[in-house]
């Protein structure tokens, strides 16, 4: 048979299986986060935010890998919320700066613990050193920026 006619296994596709882990991890987050209203992906923003005193969406989006556009949509809700505030930037009224609101600093302390209790979780069920393996490996992907063929292994 040739390639071309082979089927494509889609449990040997990388993609697929990390796409596949992320989902899990996810949803694994996600249902410690619930009692307090938060999804991972807001989670992350108030943590980013807590790390910082404001950031612009720009600064929020490359930080967490999220698409600008997407980024803007999750400020909206977390603004409409009341947990965060967004105003211009002084240097730049085009640049949209974001903050925690008292409100925003309250839910991300009280959901904190949650956090760290899905990440004891995750370390359990997969074992702290293989946890920290993916981590460092993961981290060390190349996999941005030029998407073009490369040839060989580095």
Request: hydrophobic share 35%.
């Amino acid at each position: 048979m040739r390639a071309k006619d082979q089927p494509i296994g889609v449990d040997q596709c990388n993609c697929f299986t990390v796409r596949k882990a992320a989902r899990q991890i996810s949803r694994l987050y996600d249902s410690y986060l619930q009692p307090c209203g938060l999804r991972i992906t807001q989670f992350l923003i108030l943590a980013t935010l807590n790390e910082r005193e404001s950031a612009s969406v720009n600064v929020l989006s490359e930080r967490l890998d999220i698409e600008r556009t997407a980024m803007g949509k999750m400020i909206g809700v977390l603004e409409r919320d009341g947990l965060v505030a967004v105003r211009p930037s002084p240097e730049d009224g085009r640049i949209r700066i974001v903050e925690l609101t008292p409100e925003g600093t309250r839910l991300f302390e009280r959901a904190a613990p949650l956090w760290r209790e899905a990440q004891r979780e995750f370390s359990v069920r997969n074992g702290a050193r293989n946890v920290e393996v993916l981590r460092r490996s993961l981290s060390g992907m190349k996999v941005g920026g030029d998407f073009g063929p490369v040839g060989g292994d580095e």
